[in-house]
């Protein structure tokens, strides 16, 4: 069987492909996989450090765009839709996966000119332009909420499986990370991160919540300010607590980037930042109660409904960016650790809406489409 995947330009649709891939890895030995990106993405770095063949395509977005740059990525597209037929050509897939992305496009195009079955993966609760688009050639549109369904053409196959997740996520135990990271049994952990790069507004109200917790009786903040701001926030934050009296080394962790997320999310109680799709399954997943500031600088706003989901089901409390304060945030957080039962209530409607079996899921839908057995082995 042979598996041609595409997507990328963010980690939400490169991660989400590499965990696909590793689940049909177990499911169906000897499977014959290929990743196609683009030269420029992050998924040229990502996806050969994962152990899979990786081919380009040219690609370039169009939403948006000036005149002159739609016209240069419409050139982009017919380019990259000829090299996508090629790559096609010689691999003869028997599916394929796209995940998103506008480099998704022409090779999911060039797939449906031939006949290849097309499965789409879409992370968000309102869907990219790229998938809206293919959905209507699709055998299977894998959705992680069933909000995202309205956004697709009538008959669309719509199918709510869940976003994936590393399996890594699901195993670390809550005692065994918290041996890890040093952090005392009965302790409030309270998480906090702007994603990968980092996102100043959050990053200026963790400061506050950082000196406001340093003076707490108990609790520890782990806080992920990402690589460009972590020089100066660590300097802020010695001054601030040494004037204050407080010591930072083990109740206020500042890191530049959490490598070790599956300790990490194991260790807290609660989560605050970003409501990014792949983020939300993995806090879900994990059953972690969040306060979630969606990013205004997405192109559809697919982080306010992702959030918007959490809300409605008493797993989150959601501030807009520009509503967020270090004021806010101290307060927020006070309120919530100090509410036992609050907190438990929107752990268990966080892992409600939780599906740690959604790449199994996805698998499914794809051997379907190919016409394979569902269970190939130990599914």
């Not at 030269?39 to 169009?62: C, D, K, N, W």
């Not at 010591?247 to 605050?272: E, K």
Request: charged share 20%; aromatic share 4%; glycine share 10%.
């Amino acid at each position: 069987m042979r598996v041609l995947l595409t997507g990328g330009g963010t980690g939400g649709h490169i991660y989400p492909a590499l965990a696909i891939a590793a689940e049909l890895r177990r499911r169906v030995p000897g499977c014959e996989l290929l990743y196609v990106g683009t030269r420029e993405g992050l998924e040229s770095r990502i996806v050969p450090r994962a152990g899979l063949s990786f081919a380009t395509v040219s690609a370039r977005g169009l939403m948006r765009k000036a005149p002159r740059e739609v016209l240069a990525g419409l050139v982009a597209l017919m380019r990259g839709l000829w090299q996508a037929d090629r790559i096609l050509a010689r691999f003869r897939p028997h599916v394929v996966v796209g995940t998103g992305g506008y480099v998704a496009a022409p090779v999911a195009l060039a797939a449906v000119r031939r006949g290849i079955p097309l499965v789409i993966q879409e992370q968000n609760a309102v869907p990219g332009a790229t998938n809206r688009l293919l959905a209507r050639w699709a055998r299977a549109v894998c959705v992680p909420f069933a909000e995202a369904g309205r956004f697709f053409p009538p008959g669309t196959p719509v199918v709510v499986t869940g976003n994936p997740v590393r399996p890594e996520i699901l195993t670390v135990r809550r005692d065994e990370a918290r041996a890890r990271l040093g952090i005392g049994a009965t302790e409030p952990v309270v998480l906090v991160t702007g994603g990968s790069r980092g996102a100043e507004r959050i990053n200026r109200a963790a400061l506050e919540l950082a000196v406001a917790m340093a003076g707490w009786p108990e609790g520890v903040l782990l806080w992920a300010s990402g690589e460009r701001y972590h020089g100066e926030l660590r300097m802020r934050l010695e001054r601030r607590l040494a004037a204050a009296g407080s010591q930072p080394a083990r109740r206020v962790r500042l890191f530049p980037y959490i490598d070790d997320m599956p300790t990490a999310y194991a260790a807290a109680d609660l989560y605050v930042g970003r409501a990014g799709a792949t983020t939300l399954a993995e806090i879900t997943a994990r059953g972690l109660p969040a306060i979630l500031v969606p990013s205004p600088h997405v192109a559809h706003h697919e982080q306010d409904e992702n959030a918007r989901v959490l809300a409605r089901a008493g797993a989150a409390v959601v501030i807009p960016d520009g509503e967020l304060t270090g004021a806010r945030l101290v307060a927020l957080v006070r309120e919530l650790l100090a509410d036992p039962a609050r907190l438990a209530a929107m752990a268990r409607a966080s892992r409600q809406l939780g599906r740690p079996d959604a790449t199994g899921a996805i698998v499914d839908r794809i051997l379907d489409a190919v016409g394979a057995p569902v269970s190939v082995q130990g599914g």
